[in-house]
């Protein structure tokens, strides 16, 4: 037999040795692209967790400055419901110089009305809870929902549902439930001249289902207790639906 034939021969793949090549490159492949699918996906998930959970510590921490601030005035009352709050905030104070002495400084606030709820869009039949808005205009304006006496119902009737602004004021969370702290125990409804000791404040990225109460939200939720200032003054009308004389303590943490 010639040598270079012989040489050629023992240098070269049978067929089968390159299929078997190819089969084990393309598993290998395989294998390699489904790690790097499932990395993409968990990289993908714990992006949108951690953006979610922002946006939810965001409308916490504005929800809670919001409340802070509220007000007692003679002219509005807090009407709070499970969903729904409006109130009297008083706006930070500014500074502006009087007049040409640049040394001197005036501290200018004023009292705004603020409405914050759920916001609803019309979904075919139905109406779907796709964020919260936040609604501000001047004390001395018609308020954002309109009318409050026509609007509320007082202790008994509740709340019917306010009219809503144009957007949200977030769309990550699709949950909001309020309780109100009367100095002795949690309520579903406040409506007093003067705002509640205290508020508990729930949020969910995920709407509440049909067939769910907000007590029974099969979802992670947030939490958390807001104390209010102007509400820790001793006041007989303050007592919200239940107009008992209460001793103010501090809101507990819920259960």
Do not use: C
């Not at 040489?7 to 040795?17: D, P, S, W």
């Not at 009407?79 to 110089?97: A, D, H, M, Y």
């Not at 001197?104 to 809870?129: D, H, P």
């Not at 100095?183 to 406040?190: I, K």
Request: glycine share 8%; charged share 15%; aromatic share 8%.
């Amino acid at each position: 037999m010639n040598p270079r034939l012989r040489l050629r021969a023992h240098g070269a793949f049978t067929l089968i040795e390159v299929l078997l090549a190819i089969g084990l490159t393309t598993a290998l492949l395989l294998v390699a692209m489904t790690f790097y699918q499932q990395a993409a996906n968990l990289r993908t998930q714990i992006l949108l967790a951690s953006e979610q959970l922002t946006a939810v510590r965001l409308t916490l921490d504005q929800v809670t400055a919001d409340l802070r601030s509220a007000a007692q005035v003679p002219s509005a009352s807090f009407i709070g419901g499970p969903s729904s709050l409006e109130f009297v905030r008083l706006t930070p104070p500014s500074t502006r110089p009087p007049g040409t002495n640049q040394t001197a400084r005036i501290f200018v606030g004023s009292y705004q009305r603020l409405l914050l709820a759920t916001f609803l869009e019309q979904k075919g039949t139905n109406l779907s809870v796709t964020g919260i808005s936040r609604t501000e205009s001047p004390l001395h304006t018609a308020p954002a929902s309109g009318d409050s006496r026509s609007r509320n119902q007082g202790p008994a009737g509740g709340m019917n549902e306010p009219a809503r602004p144009a957007s949200p004021f977030t769309t990550a969370v699709h949950f909001l439930h309020f309780r109100y702290w009367n100095g002795a125990a949690w309520q579903d409804s406040w409506f007093a001249p003067a705002p509640p000791p205290g508020i508990e404040i729930t949020l969910g990225a995920e709407p509440l289902p049909d067939d769910a109460t907000p007590e029974t939200y099969p979802y992670e939720q947030f939490r958390r207790v807001v104390v209010i200032p102007a509400g820790r003054t001793p006041d007989p009308s303050a007592g919200g639906t239940n107009a008992e004389p209460f001793e103010l303590t501090a809101p507990p943490d819920p259960l």
